[in-house]
C-alpha cells in the first residue's frame, strides 16, 4: 500500500505539471488570443482581463515547475486547487447563460465547446490530484 501511495503520489504531481506547464506555454504563445477567450466570458472589466492575460499564463507555469521540480509542492497544489475551483465558477457561468465560447484553457488549441460539462469535470479531476497531493505533503 505505501508503495502504491508513493507511486501515486508522483504520477499525480507529473500530471499536473504536465498540464500547467503546457496550458501556460500554450496561452504565453498568443496573449492576444487568450485575452480574448478572457472577454467572452463577460466576467471581468476590459483591463482585468488583460492583466490577466498576461499575468496567468507565466503563474500556471511557475506553478507546473514548482510541481515538477517537487519544490513548494504543497503551495503550488493548493494554489491549483484554487485556480481550478475559478476556472469551474467561470466555465459554469457561461454554461448558465447560454454563451457559446472556446473555454481558453489551453491556449489556441482549444475549440468551441457546448460540452461544458466536459470542461468542468476536467476541472473538478484536477481538484482532486491536486487536493490529494495537499492531503499528502
Known amino acids: 500500500m505505501k508503495n502504491f501511495k508513493f507511486i501515486f503520489f508522483h504520477i499525480a504531481r507529473l500530471i499536473l505539471a504536465i498540464v500547467f506547464i503546457y496550458a501556460g506555454f500554450a496561452k504565453l504563445i498568443s496573449p492576444e488570443t487568450f485575452f480574448e477567450n478572457i472577454q ?33 509542492a504543497k503551495t503550488c497544489a493548493f494554489l491549483i486547487v484554487f485556480l481550478n475551483i475559478i476556472f469551474i465558477f467561470a466555465i459554469a457561468s457561461v454554461w448558465i447563460r447560454g454563451i457559446d465560447i ?15 460539462l466536459w470542461d468542468i469535470l476536467r476541472d473538478i479531476i484536477l481538484i482532486i490530484l491536486s487536493g490529494y497531493l495537499v492531503y499528502e505533503i
Open 40 to 72: 467572452e466570458y463577460r466576467l471581468l472589466p476590459l483591463n482585468l482581463c488583460y492583466i490577466l492575460a498576461y499575468l496567468l499564463p507565466p503563474f500556471e507555469i511557475i506553478l507546473g515547475v514548482g510541481l515538477f521540480l517537487n519544490r513548494y
Open 102 to 116: 472556446s473555454c481558453g484553457c489551453f491556449g489556441q488549441s482549444s475549440s468551441l465547446t457546448n460540452n461544458y
